[in-house]
């Protein structure tokens, strides 16, 4: 079994930061791009982030400049730094890896969600 554990999610003032974490545990013996995806109430999920397994980064428009994906390897980690945030940041953020587990198919796992709040 292959899990993604989500933490570092919160509620913050407009301006403020947030650093999310989400690390892979389980049985697998590799794992190729981690991203971060989130979901604001009546819309679609939506890409915020993704990174390769050799470091490189991917950002939607919306967060570009503000927002920093970066990964730990040696922990299976990737994290989010989140900066100037802003009210429309507001959303459950997931975490999804592509994993190659251990005596099964390739796959994406996803977390299991953290809820961002940003105040105005």
């Known amino acids: 079994q292959v899990q993604l554990v989500e933490s570092g999610g919160g509620l913050v003032q407009a301006g403020g930061s947030l650093r999310l974490s989400c690390a892979a545990s389980?049985?697998?013996?590799?794992?190729?791009?981690m991203g971060w995806y989130r979901q604001a109430p009546g819309k679609q999920r939506e890409l915020v982030a993704t990174?390769?397994?050799?470091?490189?980064?991917n950002y939607a428009d919306s967060v570009k400049g503000r927002f920093t994906i970066s990964r730990d390897n040696a922990k299976n980690t990737v994290y989010l730094q989140m900066n100037s945030l802003k009210p429309e940041d507001t959303a459950v953020y997931y975490c999804?890896?592509?994993?190659?587990?251990?005596?099964?198919?390739?796959?994406?796992?996803w977390g299991q969600g953290t809820q961002v709040t940003v105040s105005s």
């Open positions: 990174v390769t397994n050799g470091g490189s980064t």
């Open positions: 389980g049985s697998f013996f590799m794992i190729n791009d």
């Open positions: 999804k890896s592509d994993v190659f587990p251990t005596g099964r198919p390739r796959r994406d796992y």
